[in-house]
């Protein structure tokens, strides 16, 4: 008999969160696939997965799966991480106002 492991195309894609789901369920080194659910690392009690998505930051029931749940941890930080570039440009804008409105005012010069 011949054996054929389920695909780990999205595993691989989010490699980073789906090593902080294994961590966060106790079973860093669990092989897991992109058919893999988090029934498959927990025991089957609300409470496991309440703990879960309290670590994680995101929703985690019983027939999540592992690839959806990293797949959810990678927007939550894509989100985070364009929020703090929205406020650093705009701290930047505010605390540079004068000097830009400065070189907006500046006549450009023609070409020679």
Do not use: C
Request: overall charge neutral; proline content about 4%.
């Amino acid at each position: 008999m011949e054996f054929e492991l389920a695909p780990t195309v999205r595993i691989d894609q989010f490699k980073t969160e789906v090593r902080r789901i294994l961590v966060a369920a106790g079973h860093e080194e669990a092989l897991v696939t992109d058919w893999s659910t988090i029934s498959d690392l927990v025991d089957d009690e609300p409470d496991d997965y309440r703990r879960l998505s309290d670590a994680l930051g995101v929703r985690v029931e019983a027939h999540s799966k592992i690839a959806d749940i990293a797949e959810a941890l990678s927007s939550q930080t894509r989100d985070a991480t364009n929020t703090e570039v929205r406020t650093a440009t705009k701290r930047m804008m505010v605390k540079h106002r004068k000097s830009l409105e400065r070189l907006a005012s500046v006549p450009k010069r023609s070409p020679r």
